[in-house]
């Protein structure tokens, strides 16, 4: 099974989030990602919730800041 955790700010900073399945909305937990770290797996991510907006395709890897894996921030 696959892992990642998703961090509000850039450089792994800030709260986090780590998941291990599906799951269709993180705004509950923050508004913003800024960076991410795949621990194991290949993840599909997903703009906005319910799996709407555009699609990125991570493996396993460090992204410390959204363009790394060319991600839109409103931030």
Do not use: A
């Amino acid at each position: 099974m696959g892992k990642i955790t998703f961090y509000e700010d850039r450089g792994f900073q800030g709260r986090c989030y780590e998941c291990s399945s599906d799951c269709p909305n993180l705004q509950p937990y923050f508004s913003r990602c800024n960076s991410i770290r795949v621990d194991s797996g290949c993840w599909m991510l997903y703009e906005r919730p319910n799996y709407q907006g555009h699609q990125y395709f991570l493996r396993r890897g460090d992204y410390p800041d959204y363009q790394q894996w060319m991600g839109l921030n409103d931030s």
